[in-house]
């Protein structure tokens, strides 16, 4: 059974910085595209940022030139740089295989404007 931790949300300021980790196990990780999806309050979730197995990255036009996504497969992690949030970036973030998900979801990190 495939499980995956996202880890590294917090609270931050408009403009601050996270980077958030999603760490898979049970699975061939590097086989498959991977992505972060977030969910908003009241909002369906959403696709923000997906990398395929050969790095080829495409993101949503909200998070374009401000978050970048990239993976290790050697320790089966993507991870998620997030710069020059805005306080509509605040979601739940979670991350699994792109476009649609493949596995049960985990239970997601937290960002939050902090202002």
């Known amino acids: 059974q495939v499980q995956l931790v996202e880890s590294g949300g917090g609270l931050v300021q408009p403009g601050g910085s996270l980077r958030l980790s999603c760490a898979a196990s049970g699975t061939i990780f590097s086989i498959y595209a991977m992505g972060w999806y977030r969910q908003a309050p009241g909002k369906q979730r959403e696709l923000v940022a997906t990398?395929?197995?050969?790095?080829?990255?495409n993101y949503a036009d909200s998070v374009k030139g401000r978050f970048a996504i990239s993976r290790d497969n050697a320790k089966n992690t993507v991870y998620l740089q997030m710069n020059s949030l805005k306080t509509e970036d605040t979601a739940v973030y979670y991350c699994?295989?792109?476009?649609?998900?493949?596995w049960g979801w985990g239970k997601g990190t937290l960002v939050t404007d902090s202002s």
């Open positions: 990398i395929t197995s050969r790095l080829n990255t």
């Open positions: 699994n295989t792109s476009p649609h998900s493949t």
